[in-house]
């Protein structure tokens, strides 16, 4: 099945600098990689997600590239503020017969610095 | 529009015992999936329904069921509970289980 891995565990950062958290996958089928913001007690928030026919996808500060040659994604966090401090995970999911079924990766707690 | 609501959020109960966990859906969503999330295993996919029926089920032993209802309503049983049960217990909704699922606030089952 699919395996997804994330770097780094931890990110802290200076408010203002970027941050940049970085996934591989292991399965080639896999198409969409949504990626999701929790913040404590509280359910994973949709971010930003880029399906497999797309190279780079931003909303505002928020950016994600994806190369599906090397199989890895990663999330670009520009002008961090306090606010984006949580966990943020990124997630595969080959579509197919395995329907809607997210693998996740292991989270990163990032901490914007004041 | 409302988001994903589960009930309840919070929940103790003691080893041997069983639990109902319930999921309500985005109006109009008809693809739900369960998740659960410890910090030793992370975010692990349980199951997915999709017009009342399971479509796709992860790696967890029998002792985790569900079902939806036609309303898209649903819920997930955990039957003689275990201690490395308690976890953060989330439903993710999504329109046809194709595209983004939206995730509630989860429910958290603590096992004693």
């Known amino acids: 099945g699919e395996n997804v891995e994330q770097h780094p565990s931890t990110l802290s950062v200076q408010e203002g600098d970027s941050a940049v958290i970085k996934c591989t996958y292991s399965d080639s089928a896999s198409n969409y990689f949504p990626w999701y913001k929790q913040e404590l007690g509280k359910g994973p928030q949709l971010i930003i997600d880029i399906r497999s026919n797309v190279g780079e996808k931003k909303d505002q500060r928020i950016a994600v590239t994806l190369n599906k040659t090397a199989k890895h994604f990663s999330l670009h966090i520009t002008e961090t503020q306090p606010e984006d401090s949580a966990v943020y995970f990124c997630a595969a999911t080959p579509g197919g017969a395995a329907g809607n079924k997210l693998t996740f990766g292991g989270g990163t707690r990032v901490l914007v610095k004041p | 529009k409302a988001g994903v609501t589960q009930t309840p959020r919070y929940l103790i109960k003691t080893r041997g015992q069983q639990v109902t966990l319930s999921c309500s859906p985005i109006s109009g969503h008809r693809s739900v999936s369960w998740y659960q999330q410890t910090p030793g295993q992370g975010l692990q996919f349980l199951f997915e329904?999709?017009?009342?029926?399971?479509?796709n089920k992860g790696n967890f032993p029998g002792r985790f069921s569900g079902r939806q209802f036609s309303n898209s309503r649903s819920e997930m049983n955990v039957s003689t509970l275990e201690l490395g049960d308690s976890a953060l217990y989330l439903c993710?909704?999504?329109?046809?289980?194709?595209?983004?699922?939206?995730f509630g606030p989860g429910t958290r089952l603590l096992v004693l």
């Open positions: 993710a909704s999504s329109l046809r289980g194709r595209e983004t699922q939206y």
């Open positions: 329904y999709f017009s009342e029926t399971q479509r």
